[in-house]
Structures are given as structure tokens and as C-alpha cells.
């Protein structure tokens, strides 16, 4: 995916999630395990979100074990850098389109 589809992609995602009541804290956070591409909180939860797009295939099909793994990685360095003691989970938005699906908790 080029960096403009995913950055419109990403941008679709965030409003999307503010319409669903969430509140947008960063985007595109770097840790040296990789890149976590929106980080939200909803009711007093913290959402890590993995953006995947596309239209002529599955696009949550890119979210492999090893990326899992390196998603939750760069969550655990960005909640010790923060210190942070709450609770959060991993999720997808997969964007098709105009369309988005929100996956919660895709490490169970």
C-alpha cells in the first residue's frame, strides 16, 4: 500500500472512530519494534489500531502472527514510556473504500 493510500486510509479511520465516540490520542507512533498507526481511548480503554485497506482483496489478511507480535511490542514500550497502568487491547480497521470495520481484541 502506498504511504498516500494508507495516510487517506488512516484519515477515514480516525473520523470514522471519532463518529463512533472514540477520542483520537496519536497517530503514527514509532517504537524500534515498528509503527502503530492510531492510538484511541473509548471508555476508558486505550485502542491500539491496525489500519488495513483495500479493495480487491481481504485486508485483514495482512495482519500476520509476526506483525501481531510486533504490534504488541511497540504497545507494551509505548505504555512504559508513559507509564501507564490501564487497560488496552489491540484491534484492526479494515477500510474498504468508504467503508469501515472495527476488530476488537484481535489477539484472542
Known amino acids: 500500500m502506498s504511504?498516500?493510500?494508507g495516510n487517506r486510509a488512516e484519515s477515514l479511520a480516525c473520523n470514522w472512530l471519532i463518529e463512533q465516540g472514540c477520542q483520537i490520542l496519536d497517530?503514527?507512533?514509532y517504537s524500534r519494534f515498528g509503527e502503530i498507526d492510531?492510538?484511541?481511548q473509548k471508555e476508558g480503554i486505550l485502542h491500539f489500531i491496525e489500519v488495513k485497506s483495500g479493495t480487491t482483496?481481504?485486508?485483514i489478511y495482512n495482519i500476520t502472527p509476526a506483525k501481531i507480535a510486533k504490534l504488541l511490542r511497540s504497545i507494551?514500550?509505548?505504555l512504559k514510556k508513559y507509564k501507564l497502568d490501564i487497560p488496552?487491547?489491540?484491534d484492526a480497521l479494515i477500510v474498504k473504500g468508504d467503508?469501515?470495520?472495527w476488530i476488537e481484541n484481535i489477539t484472542i
Open 27 to 29: 497517530r503514527n507512533v
Open 99 to 101: 467503508q469501515c470495520e
Open 38 to 40: 492510531i492510538i484511541a
Open 88 to 90: 488496552y487491547q489491540l
Open 76 to 78: 507494551q514500550a509505548y
Open 3 to 5: 504511504r498516500e493510500v
Open 57 to 59: 482483496f481481504e485486508p
